[in-house]
Every structure is written in structure tokens, then in C-alpha cells.
């Protein structure tokens, strides 16, 4: 059996598309096989921005980073310390 690792972590902001896409090439940077994210009842491969956007996590959702494989602590750490730092959008500039 491959090493696991699994960590959650509280959204400071909702999850948009420039962090889904940041966690999608961190996660396809790693070996280990699958790394998935979760919220909710929804688990998702975090190798895909579309998927990773269809969760549809907002500010204050429980994200869990789940990982298996050779480096699934260094995997989940990574993606987890990522999800803690998410900043909302920038608001429009004023016309």
C-alpha cells in the first residue's frame, strides 16, 4: 500500500479560477496518484481546473486535500498551504 496523506483546510476566500488553476499544475507537478480535493459530498481530481472549479467552494467551505503516492505528504501540504492563502478577487476599479 502507497503512503497517504490528507489535510482540510477552511477557504479564507472563494475558491475562482486563478488559484483552481495554480492547484491544478502544483498537483500535476507531483507523482503521487490520485491527489483529489474535496468539499461538501463532492470530491474532485485536482489535476483539473473545470473540475476543480465545479466544486464550488466559497469563503468558509472545508476543502480536504487528499493524496497517495510517493510524496502525497509533500502533495497535500503543498495544495493545503495554497487553499489557506486564496485571496478574493480584486474589486472592479472604479469608473
Known sequence: MS????RTVRLPADLHARPAGQLSRIAAGFSSRPITLAAGDKEVDARSVLLVMSLGATRGTH???????????????ALADLLAAVEPLDA????
Open 3 to 6: 503512503p497517504s496523506s490528507e
Open 63 to 77: 476543502v480536504t486535500v487528499r493524496a497517495e503516492g510517493e510524496d502525497a505528504d509533500r502533495a497535500v501540504q
Open 92 to 95: 472592479p476599479a472604479p469608473s
